[in-house]
């Protein structure tokens, strides 16, 4: 069974920093491609960043795009999402999500949440002024 965990959630002030993770087991996870996506309270769900981690080809909403990091670490299985200069903006859940197939090198972004069907259950964000 494909389980994605997501942490590193919390309260921060506008300015401030934080990186979250998600932990994935249950299938080969150097084959597959990761996206982070959020979804603030009244909105739609929205893509932040993803990588394809057979390419390390990586993308970045513009709203986060110089402020944001994914990264990934295969011995933990885990990737990393890290969150620079906050804003009261980012103020959101956040999920991380697989595809269901492996992203081969060249594989198009993956930029819409239906393109998903592996979901963590958030971790939330929450950025005062």
């Known amino acids: 069974e494909v389980t994605l965990v997501e942490s590193g959630g919390g309260s921060v002030q506008a300015g401030e920093s934080l990186r979250l993770s998600c932990t994935a087991s249950?299938?080969?996870?150097?084959?597959?491609?990761i996206g982070w996506f959020r979804q603030a309270p009244g909105k739609e769900r929205e893509v932040v960043s993803f990588i394809n981690r057979m390419d390390h080809n990586t993308y970045y909403a513009d709203s986060v795009k110089g402020r944001f990091t994914i990264s990934t670490n295969s011995a933990k299985n885990t990737v990393y999402l890290q969150m620079n200069n906050l804003k009261p903006e980012d103020t959101a859940v956040y999920y991380c999500?697989?595809?269901?197939?492996?992203?081969?090198?060249?594989?198009?972004?993956?930029?819409?949440?239906?393109?998903?069907?592996?979901w963590g259950r958030g971790t939330q964000v929450t950025v005062s002024p």
């Open positions: 249950g299938f080969t996870f150097d084959d597959y491609a």
């Open positions: 999500a697989a595809p269901p197939a492996p992203s081969p090198t060249g594989a198009p972004l993956l930029l819409f949440p239906n393109l998903y069907d592996h």
